[in-house]
C-alpha cells in the first residue's frame, strides 16, 4: 500500500515548503522564518545567499523555510503574499507577524534569536523566577491564578507584542510570589540585579488591570530607573530627553563594585536634583569613544580614571563637567547647581576663530556664527559643507565668483562653515552637503533653506528675489 509521504526538500539548510505540506511541517515548529518568493524575482535572487548562510547559523534554534509562490499559489495567497520577496513569522503554523527585520545573514540571525521561544516564558519553580530575573536587561513577570486567567490572556497578548523590546515571563503558581509581596494577580517588574541600590526599588508592581497600552506604558515609564547603563543598543530609548550621562570604565562583567561605585556617586547627588526633570546614566566610555570626541572634543586620554561628565539636552545643548570629579560628590553637586541656575556655558564644538577673514567667501566657525550671522544690518547665505564632499569641491568656484560678484555690497555676506568640525547651530537643519540657508537680516529667527539651482545666475536670481536690499552686483548692477 502507497503511504503517503510529506517531503520537504532541503538545499543547504532552508526547507522548501509547498501547498501539500506546508501546514503539517510549519505546525511542528514553535518559530519559523517563511521566506515566500519567486524564481524569477531580482530581489529574492539577492537575498538567497544571505538567507542560506542565516539558515544554516540558526539551526537548531530557529528553523528557515522557503515557498515558491508560483508552484504553491494556495499556500501565497492564503498568506495575503502579494510581493517577493515577503517575509513572515510563523508559530506553531500561525501567521504571527510580518518579518521586519534586517536583511543581511548577520541581521536576520540576530533579529531571529530574539524571536525564538515563546512571547512569555513559563516559570515553574522559584529557582525559575530566580534564574529569569538575574539578567543583563530589566524582567516583567505575571503572576496569575491558573491557564484560564483573563489578566493572563491579556498579559500573553502584550507580550507578543512587546517582546522584541521587552523580556517576558509567567507562572500560575501564585505561590511564586509570596516573596516579593504577591497576593493577587499581578504584574512585577524586576530591574536588573546589577544596577540595585538604596536609592530605588528594584521590584516595581503593576497594579492597573492589564492591556497592552496600560502595560507598555507602566514599563516604559519605570524600566530604567534612576540611573540605567547607557548601551548602544538603549541609546535612543534614553536619548529622547534632558540626559546627565557619566562615562567611565565601566565593566559590570569583570568589576561589578568598581562599575557601582562611581554610580552610586552620582545617584547620590542626582536623587537631590531628581524632581528638576533631568535624567541620569552611567556608561562605559570605551563603548562611547568616538561620539565623545566627535560630540564632545574629549580625546581617550582625558580624564584618567575619573568620570567624564556630559549633558545634552533635548534641544541638542551641550555641557561638560570641567571640574574633577571629586569622590565626595561635591564637583558634580556644584555642576548641578549652576547647571539649573543657568550659569553654565554651552560647550559647542568650533574651530578657532580665523585670525584673517577678508576672503569673499566669509569662512564661519561656531564660535563666530551667531556674531556674523545673526547680524542685524546684514543678509548672510551661509554654505555648510564637508570637506570630503565631492558636491562641494564642485560648488566651490562659483559660491566663490558669487562672492566675488556681491563684494561691493555691504548688506549681503556669502559665507560658508564646515558642518564635520563645528556645531551646527539650532534652526538649521544639516542632514547631507552641501546645505544652503538664507539669513534675511530683518528674520534672523526663521532662516530659509535654499533649494534652487547652484549656477551663479541662480544664486543672484534668489537673492534678488529674497534680500532685505537689491544686492549690488558689481560691474552687472543695470543688467538685473
Not at 500560575?172 to 536588573?192: A, C, Q, Y
Not at 548601551?231 to 567611565?248: I, M, P, S, V, W
Not at 536623587?271 to 565623545?292: C, I, K, M, P, T
Request: proline share 5%; net charge negative; glycine share 8%.
Amino acid at each position: 500500500p502507497q503511504h503517503m509521504c510529506f517531503c520537504f526538500f532541503a538545499r543547504g539548510d532552508v526547507l522548501e515548503l509547498g501547498d501539500a505540506d506546508f501546514d503539517y511541517l510549519a505546525a511542528e515548529h514553535e518559530t519559523m522564518l517563511v521566506k515566500f518568493y519567486a524564481p524569477w524575482c531580482g530581489h529574492c535572487k539577492k537575498l538567497a545567499p544571505d538567507f542560506e548562510t542565516a539558515a544554516s547559523r540558526l539551526k537548531g534554534t530557529v528553523p528557515l523555510a522557503k515557498v515558491d509562490c508560483t508552484a504553491s499559489p494556495d499556500t501565497c495567497g492564503r498568506f495575503g503574499v502579494t510581493g517577493y520577496p515577503t517575509l513572515k513569522i510563523f508559530r506553531n503554523g500561525e501567521d504571527s507577524s510580518s518579518y521586519d527585520g534586517p536583511r543581511s545573514a548577520d541581521g536576520i540571525v540576530h533579529y531571529m534569536k530574539k524571536q525564538a521561544g515563546p512571547n512569555s516564558v513559563t516559570l515553574r519553580s522559584e529557582a525559575d523566577v530566580e534564574a529569569f530575573v538575574n539578567h543583563f536587561d530589566a524582567s516583567v513577570v505575571g503572576f496569575f491564578s491558573g491557564p484560564d486567567s483573563a489578566q493572563l490572556a491579556e498579559f500573553l497578548k502584550a507580550a507578543g507584542v512587546m517582546r522584541d523590546h521587552f523580556r517576558f515571563a509567567h507562572t500560575i503558581n501564585m505561590t511564586l510570589g509570596l516573596k516579593h509581596g504577591v497576593d493577587t494577580e499581578s504584574v512585577l517588574l524586576f530591574r536588573p540585579p546589577r544596577l540595585s541600590g538604596k536609592f530605588e526599588e528594584s521590584v516595581l508592581r503593576f497594579t492597573e488591570t492589564i492591556t497592552t497600552h496600560t502595560l507598555r506604558r507602566f514599563i516604559r515609564d519605570n524600566i530604567f530607573g534612576m540611573c540605567p547603563h547607557l548601551t548602544n543598543e538603549n541609546r535612543d530609548k534614553l536619548k529622547g530627553q534632558d540626559l546627565l550621562t557619566a562615562y567611565y570604565d565601566l565593566d559590570y562583567l569583570r568589576n561589578p563594585k568598581g562599575s557601582n561605585y562611581w554610580r552610586n556617586r552620582v545617584m547620590k547627588v542626582g536623587y537631590q536634583f531628581a524632581s528638576q526633570g533631568l535624567s541620569f546614566a552611567v556608561a562605559n566610555r570605551r563603548d562611547f569613544v568616538d561620539e565623545l570626541e566627535e560630540e564632545f572634543g574629549l580625546g581617550a586620554s582625558n580624564g584618567g580614571d575619573l568620570p567624564f561628565v556630559t549633558i545634552r539636552t533635548q534641544q541638542g545643548f551641550k555641557y561638560t563637567m570641567r571640574e574633577e570629579f571629586t569622590r565626595d560628590g561635591k564637583s558634580l553637586e556644584r555642576f548641578l547647581e549652576d547647571y539649573f541656575a543657568g550659569r553654565l556655558k554651552r560647550y559647542i564644538k568650533s574651530e578657532p576663530i580665523p585670525e584673517k577673514n577678508k576672503g569673499p567667501v566669509k569662512v564661519l566657525v561656531a564660535e563666530s556664527f551667531e556674531e556674523i550671522v545673526n547680524d542685524p544690518e546684514k543678509d548672510v547665505l551661509i554654505e555648510f559643507y564637508a570637506p570630503w564632499c565631492g558636491h562641494c569641491k564642485s560648488l566651490e568656484p562659483k559660491y566663490k565668483e558669487l562672492a566675488e560678484q556681491l563684494y561691493s555690497d555691504p548688506n549681503i555676506v556669502i559665507a560658508k562653515m564646515d558642518a564635520t568640525a563645528n556645531d551646527v547651530p539650532q534652526g538649521f537643519d544639516v542632514q547631507g552637503f552641501p546645505t544652503i540657508y538664507f539669513a534675511r537680516a530683518d528674520k534672523k529667527d526663521q532662516p530659509k533653506r535654499y533649494e534652487g539651482a547652484r549656477e551663479v545666475k541662480d544664486f543672484i536670481k534668489y537673492l534678488k528675489r529674497e534680500a532685505s536690499h537689491i544686492p549690488v552686483v558689481s560691474g552687472v548692477r543695470e543688467d538685473l
